[in-house]
């Protein structure tokens, strides 16, 4: 009989025996891809704080030597003469992000749970559509989109933003993938039996048992959004998005380069923070998402 490998207990739990060098060079490891996928965010912030002539100066220095807030002062002192208040940009981008959001995730959750947690005919052939959905890019279905909008005389509202927003099938995707390999049939079905509800299984039981997945929908839904500018549905200057706002401005030339280093860490601070308080929520949510067909 083979020799069995050594077995040490960590945490209550028995896994195999690995010497104390190779966790120590698996989190080195680890440490310096975490710093060098950090980089792009340290010079983003090295560069906002960098007077024009570090700005332009070449080849360009990772470090900041003559660190000003000017560039933010500039920033914030051209949203000023803006004739559309910036606020309303702004008020624009949160209701833009925190309804498409929030659709997404009731819709998507609601069909995930249907597809794969109730029988019924064609939901294979469904769900391979939507499947097939997912090789086309936004733009591919820009001009049946616009002429859906045209029709249901939503162009030029935020309606056209929003409720698209919400078909999003990568959220449907991942929520039914989840839902496959986390919520035990059996569960729902002694939920059935004591007489609960569908709706009130899905919500008291389902969701909750997929948490990380419907954190990292909410993660990717908003960050879209939070970052989407111009839209072909919207004319009007003042149901514009806060990235668009910064576009126009940062349209002036080289003088405000400045404050477009600025306006690009102002823009990312926000998904930034909803992504790291669900990061490891995301983790587990991709490892799950291809478990089964």
């Given at each position: ?76 002192r051209l949203m000023n003469t803006s004739w559309v208040p910036f606020s309303r940009y702004l008020f624009n981008t949160v209701l833009i992000s925190v309804s498409g959001t929030f659709g997404n995730l009731i819709l998507s959750s609601m069909a995930a749970y249907a597809l ?178």
């Amino acid at each position: 009989m083979a020799k069995a490998k050594k077995l040490r207990i960590r945490k209550h739990a028995v896994v195999l025996n690995r010497s104390r060098g190779g966790d120590t060079g698996i989190g080195i490891m680890l440490f310096l891809l975490g710093a060098f996928m950090f980089l792009p965010m340290v010079y983003a912030i090295s560069q906002s704080l960098k007077p024009l002539d570090e700005l332009w100066k070449f080849p360009p220095n990772f470090i900041v030597h003559n660190p000003t807030v000017k560039n933010y002062t500039d920033l914030f002192r051209l949203m000023n003469t803006s004739w559309v208040p910036f606020s309303r940009y702004l008020f624009n981008t949160v209701l833009i992000s925190v309804s498409g959001t929030f659709g997404n995730l009731i819709l998507s959750s609601m069909a995930a749970y249907a597809l794969s947690k109730i029988k019924f005919p064609g939901r294979g052939w469904m769900f391979q559509m939507i499947v097939l959905s997912l090789m086309f890019s936004a733009t591919a279905a820009s001009i049946a989109n616009f002429i859906t909008m045209s029709l249901l005389h939503w162009v030029d509202t935020l309606w056209a933003v929003i409720v698209p927003a919400w078909g999003s099938t990568l959220g449907l995707y991942l929520m039914k993938q989840f839902m496959e390999s986390s919520v035990s049939d059996a569960v729902l079905e002694s939920a059935r039996l004591d007489g609960s509800s569908e709706f009130n299984t899905f919500i008291r039981i389902a969701m909750p048992m997929v948490k990380p997945a419907w954190l990292t929908l909410i993660v990717y839904s908003f960050q879209g959004l939070w970052n989407s500018g111009a839209s072909i549905y919207i004319y009007s200057e003042e149901l514009k998005t806060f990235n668009y706002a910064i576009s126009q401005i940062l349209s002036g030339g080289i003088v405000r380069a400045g404050a477009g280093a600025a306006s690009t860490v102002v823009m990312m601070i926000v998904p930034v923070v909803v992504f790291v308080i669900t990061q490891s929520n995301i983790i587990e949510t991709m490892s799950a998402s291809g478990m089964k067909d």
